[in-house]
């Protein structure tokens, strides 16, 4: 019985083996490959891409149940620094190969970015239209798109829009601070510190601008008199408040001299000469100075900047107790005699000079060819007229000459210069002579030009804003 199962066993495994023989030499492989995820994917510009990949595997056609893995192999890439679509191609098998398609499309989506730039304290006075900060716009895939916002203010706001070439557009805003924050500003006419004459009327000129609400000149509220019958120095404040209580203050001094002499006539008996030398300090100031300073002389130099290597003399003119004057500081008639302002503009530059040199301002000065000069006509008519006048509102006595030593033209030696001088203080008790120091002919003839008029009972001095002005007849 045992044996009968047996045999039946063993019939039953060589049909099962048999049947499997045959199942097997049947069998044909087929190879399958799918995509892990989606077969159309979007990625955003600049974004990393991870490919999910596919897998693939062979399994029998006879053989159904038995599956075997094989590899995938993928061609194709995505660049997500470009737009565009990209195909992934995934294949797999050997002898029949197998292949499935991804589709990526690269696109942006993403709005450009807006950055305000914000100034510290900013703000726009009321009633001023908004002065831009500044703003700056950049796409990740377009790049600089500052070029392209577009900006409108309407109620208060600064609206700032920007669109990518893909179409997404990005907004922002920025509230205007409306404020007045600047204080007036108070201008005193001729200066904040002026000199007048005793006996002169005067009248005090100023004014008051507001960036916001424009001329505050009536609401200027001053405080302190000028007495001008009396000699003295006089303070003056001026204050004044806009809307918005910024304040503004200024302070004028005013110096109230007593009037110079025009016609000198005699001098108490006295014979006074006021030595003046134009147009230096030059080459032979030195040497001037040596020799005014041997016979305790002193004088009046009204200098120039001709000369800029010799400007440290009127340092040492100022040392030496002699009085500095200003002549001009380029000496070039066409161009401070074109226009009030080009003069006065030419005088600052001087007087400058004169206080880098000496630590403090000179009141007096020489015009470019004298107050009677006819030359000024070729560029400006009645302008020398109209410089004497601003000259008193600015404080400055000017002078000029009523003995020439004829240095400046035609003379051309010492001896003619002495005798120039000889001659015409003689005809003055109080003479104003003109002599120039870049002349070397005429610092030479100094020494024995001093001598005789000391000798002969002549006092020298230097000229203040309160000498004889020996002023000319004004011809322009």
């Given amino acids: 019985m045992f044996l009968k199962k047996y045999r039946i066993l063993i019939i039953i495994l060589a049909a099962v083996a048999g049947a499997l023989v045959i199942t097997a030499a049947l069998n044909r492989w087929k190879t399958e490959i799918r995509l892990t995820g989606k077969s159309n994917v979007t990625v955003e510009y600049g974004k990393d891409y991870k490919d999910p990949g596919a897998y693939a595997e062979q399994k029998g056609t006879s053989l159904f149940f038995i599956r075997k893995k094989i590899p995938v192999k993928r061609s194709g890439k995505v660049d997500t620094k470009k737009l565009g679509r990209y195909i992934l191609t995934y294949t797999a098998g050997s002898s029949k190969k197998v292949s499935v398609k991804r589709i990526v499309k690269v696109r942006d989506t993403t709005p450009p970015k807006i950055e305000l730039i914000h100034k510290k304290d900013y703000f726009t006075p009321i009633g001023q239209k908004y002065v831009e900060e500044g703003y700056k716009a950049y796409d990740a895939c377009d790049g600089d798109l500052t070029d392209k916002v577009k900006v409108t203010e309407k109620d208060g706001y600064v609206y700032y829009s920007v669109s990518d070439n893909s179409g997404n557009r990005r907004e922002a805003r920025r509230k205007i601070v409306f404020d007045d924050r600047t204080a007036p500003v108070i201008t005193l006419s001729n200066g904040n510190e002026i000199n007048i004459r005793k006996g002169d009327s005067w009248k005090d000129k100023y004014s008051a601008e507001d960036d916001v609400d424009g001329d505050l000149t009536a609401k200027v509220k001053t405080e302190g008199k000028v007495n001008t019958s009396k000699i003295g120095t006089y303070k003056i404040k001026y204050t004044v408040i806009d809307a918005h209580g910024n304040k503004a203050s200024a302070e004028r001094t005013v110096h109230v001299l007593n009037r110079p002499m025009n016609n000198p ?79 006065w503009n030419d005088f600052d530059e001087m007087q400058n000079v004169v206080v880098e040199e000496t630590g403090q301002k000179t009141d007096i000065f020489r015009f470019p060819g004298g107050s009677s000069n006819e030359v000024s006509m070729k560029y400006t008519r009645g302008i020398m007229t109209t410089l004497t006048s601003q000259s008193a509102e600015r404080g400055l006595t000017y ?19 002495m005798n120039n001088i000889k001659n015409g ?39 203040s804003s309160s000498s004889p002005t020996a002023h000319h007849s004004v011809h322009n």
């Avoid at 004829?406 to 003619?416: F, I, L």
């Fill in 425 to 463: 203080v003689q005809k003055h008790d109080v003479s104003v002579v003109l002599c120039h120091d870049v002349k070397e002919f005429t610092v030479d003839i100094m020494d024995e030009t001093i001598a005789w008029c000391l000798e002969n009972g002549y006092t020298f001095l230097p000229l």
């Fill in 399 to 417: 002078f000029d000459w009523n003995v020439s030593s004829g240095d400046a033209a035609p003379v051309t030696d010492g001896q003619t210069v």
């Fill in 265 to 343: 006539g005699r001098a108490n008996g006295k014979k006074i000469i006021y030595l003046t030398f134009d147009d230096g300090p030059g080459p032979y100031t030195e040497k001037l100075l040596g020799i005014l300073k041997k016979y305790n002389v002193k004088a009046t130099f009204f200098v120039t900047h001709s000369k800029p290597d010799y400007q440290h003399m009127i340092a040492a003119e100022a040392a030496d107790g002699h009085k500095v004057g200003i002549h001009t500081y380029t000496h070039d008639y066409a161009k401070i005699y074109s226009s009030t302002e080009a003069y």
